[in-house]
Nanobody
Framework: QVQLVESGGGLVQAGGSLRLSCAAS????????MRWYRQTPGKQRELVAA????????NYADSVKGRFTISRDNAKNTVYLQMNSLKPEDTAVYYC?????????????????WGQGTQVTVSS
């Protein structure tokens, strides 16, 4: 059973930093694309950052460019979101999302997985 477990959320003052982590548990798996989304009450989930398997390509929402950095450690099956210069408008529940291939018997099967979400609150 593959699970994505997030950590690192919390309360921080404006201008501060947080680092979110998202670790994939399970065996015989390959993590392909990984993404971070965020959501506030009453709004649609917003894509914040995305990275390919090799880590050579990263994309960011305009609202976080220059402040957030997505990275990954393939050996640990973990993706990170470093968030600097945080603003109150960054307050949201942050979710990691990944395309993961799992070896089932002799066949690799790719599915889409979500973490449980972690709350980030930025006070002014």
């Amino acid at each position: 059973q593959v699970q994505l477990v997030e950590s690192g959320g919390g309360l921080v003052q404006a201008g501060g930093s947080l680092r979110l982590s998202c670790a994939a548990s399970g065996s015989m798996l390959i993590i392909n694309g990984m993404r971070w989304y965020r959501q506030t009450p009453g709004k649609q989930r917003e894509l914040v950052a995305a990275m390919t398997h090799g880590g050579g390509s990263a994309n960011y929402a305009d609202s976080v460019k220059g402040r957030f950095t997505i990275s990954r450690d393939n050996a640990k099956n973990t993706v990170y979101l470093q968030m600097n210069s945080l603003k109150p408008e960054d307050t949201a529940v942050y979710y990691c999302n990944a395309d993961i291939s799992v070896l089932r018997s002799t066949i690799w099967k790719q599915d889409d997985y979500w973490g449980q979400g972690t709350q980030v609150t930025v006070s002014s």
